[in-house]
C-alpha cells in the first residue's frame, strides 16, 4: 500500500508540473508576456513576408514590361543593319541619276530603269519605316544633321540648310544615317575700312 501512495503521489506531482507548463503556455502569469511577445514577432514576420511579396511581384511586373520592351524594339529595328547597308544602293543610285546625260536619247531607256530602280528601293524602305531625310531650307539640327560646312549667304536665316550632300534616313523615327548638309552663316559682316 505505502508503495501504490508514493506511486500515487509521483503522479500527482507530475500532473501537478504538466498543468504547470499548460498554465504557462496558455496564458498563466509568465506565460501571457511571453505569449504576447511571440505574437508580435511573428505579425512582424508575416509584414516583412508581405513587403517580400509585393517587391518580388514588382520585379516580376518590371522584368515582364522590360521583356515586351526589348521584343518591340527587336522587332522595330531588326532591320537596322540591313537597312543601313542598303543606304549606299540608294545613294549610288541617287547620284547616277544626278550626273546622268539627260539630253542624250540612247541612255533614255537606261536612265527611266534606274530611277524606277530608286524608287521601287525608296518605297521599300519606307514600307519598312525607313524615312528619307532631305532638309534643304529647313533650321539644322544637330541630332538629324551633320554639317559639311558652312556658306554666307544673305538671303537665307542663319543655320539654315542649303544643300544636302548626303540624305540621311530614319528607322522607325530612330537615326539611322545623319543628313551630310551645308549650312547657312547668315549675311557676312562687312568692314568699314573708312571708319
Excluded: C, W
Excluded at 540608294?90 to 544626278?98: F, G, K, M, T
Excluded at 524602305?125 to 529647313?138: D, T
Amino acid at each position: 500500500m505505502a508503495e501504490q501512495d508514493i506511486e500515487s503521489t509521483d503522479t500527482l506531482q507530475a500532473d501537478a508540473a504538466a498543468d504547470t507548463v499548460d498554465l504557462a503556455a496558455d496564458g498563466g502569469v509568465d506565460g501571457g508576456e511571453h505569449l504576447q511577445a511571440e505574437i508580435e514577432k511573428l505579425q512582424q514576420e508575416l509584414v516583412e513576408i508581405k513587403e517580400q511579396s509585393l517587391r518580388v511581384a514588382a520585379e516580376a511586373q518590371n522584368q515582364r514590361r522590360r521583356a515586351e520592351r526589348d521584343v518591340e524594339n527587336a522587332h522595330k529595328f531588326a532591320l537596322e543593319k540591313f537597312a543601313g547597308a542598303l543606304l549606299s544602293v540608294a545613294d549610288n543610285l541617287e547620284r547616277s541619276l544626278e550626273v546622268a546625260d539627260r539630253t542624250n536619247e540612247s541612255l533614255k531607256p537606261v536612265l527611266d530603269g534606274v530611277e524606277l530602280t530608286y524608287k521601287g528601293l525608296i518605297d521599300t524602305l519606307s514600307k519598312f519605316q525607313v524615312a528619307q531625310l532631305n532638309p534643304v531650307g529647313e533650321p539644322f539640327d544637330p541630332q538629324l544633321h551633320q554639317a559639311i560646312t558652312m556658306l554666307d549667304n544673305p538671303d537665307t536665316e542663319p543655320n539654315t540648310v542649303l544643300n544636302v550632300m548626303q540624305k540621311g534616313y530614319t528607322l522607325s523615327g530612330r537615326l539611322l544615317r545623319p543628313a551630310m548638309v551645308v549650312v547657312s552663316r547668315g549675311a557676312s559682316k562687312t568692314i568699314d575700312e573708312k571708319a
